[in-house]
């Protein structure tokens, strides 16, 4: 069959794959039974399936396509691209015009003190390179014994060994033997789970402590950095109280460890502002990118790194022995250039600040309303909705832990709207183009999923 041959019935098409490709994340015993939905094609906001079904992109592809779907603009760049350099590396002195040009126009728009950006294909790859790099730094400041790096349970750096083991879900460490050594994990920002018996802004501050002991405990002499995503994604959406980031803040000046903010999904306008940590004040020393850099129309990511990071990297005048075949990819890199265009000639970032990100809140907020709903939460255009059996008593989760949450899912699916379930949260973080006219239909569908999802819960003895 041809790449994109539409010509073969969606059985045939299952079948095939269940035959010979294995997914992401999945159960693939239970996937291959099941058989995978096929997605044909996409434009703006909308998904076309195999059976011609359209179905509203409630995720962006996954968390990643800022701009939309079916961008001539960024098609057209690459093309040209293509033809003129397909391919070149950045290795061994050499450059090549759109990595310089990405470059330029990262540093313009990154905080001031960020000026430099080192390239890789993915976030997971980010962060390794985050991994080595801050180790390195230390090494270089004289200063070897800062090797531990914190972390924080159920936040999301990517799946391979540095990414997972950065990141604190237990499921993936137990899968592989991880983490890494020299990895500490404190405690998530997650109120409505586990802070809920103090205020949102108590919790807060408590919870951002946990750096603080975390680090008095190991020794500051020993710790390299704190990483953390602005928001989780991944994770379920996890939005810190307002307290958390002033206070991780406070800590964090008043001692000398790097702070890391993942950007994977919080930066290029998410959350309203170029990037999360700016959104929440934040100073960070490295800024993991990747997925709306190229708002996946090909695969690249970077470390965007601090003039202090730079500076120290290059004291001893010695190579940093960390590349990779595809760093500053040229297509890739004029995908980028295209999609950052785009987002600022269209005033992206803006509107989600002050038009679509406040449109969509005050309706997705309204959810809560839902007798199925413990609590809904957006920043920009990112939010969660927690489902509970009793919206009266919203912190007793479900039994079986993620069944509801996948019932909700399917649920969603037939109504024709991406929502993606992680535990029992239900997950929306659409492109940034979003109409009002398709947030009015987002919500309307969100509204018809959960009645769905309550008829099936109440037929099948969920609800008691
Ligand atoms: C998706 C994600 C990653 C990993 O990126 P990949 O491109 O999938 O390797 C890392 N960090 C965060 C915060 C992410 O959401």
Redesign the pocket.
Known sequence: MTAHSNLYPTKALQDLDAAHHWHPFSDMKSLNQEGTRIITSADGVWLTDSDGNRILDGMAG??CVQVGHGRQEISDAVHKQMNELSYYNTFFKTSHPPAIALSEKLARLAPDHINTVFYC???????DTVFRMVRTYWDKMGKPDKKVIIGRWN??????VA?TSL?GMKGMHEQGNLPVPGVHHIDQPYWFGEGYEMSPEDFGVHVARKLEQAIDEIGEDKVAAFIA?PI???GGVIIPPETYWPEVRRILDERDILFVS?????GFGRLGDWFGSSHYGMKPDLM?I??GLTSGYL?M?GVMVSDRVVEGLMLAGEEFYHGYTYSGHPACAAAAIANLEIIEREGIVERVKSDIGPYLQERWLKLANHELVGEARMTGLVGALELVPDARNPHKPFKNVGTVGTICRDASFANGMVMRAVRDSMIISPPLVLTHEEADILIETAEKTLNDTWQILKKDGWLG
């Open positions: 996954l968390w294909s993915s976030g997971s790859e980010a962060n936040g999301y750096h990517g799946s391979t990414g990141g995503e989780q994604g991944a993942d950007e994977v999904i919080c993991p990747a997925k695969p990511g």
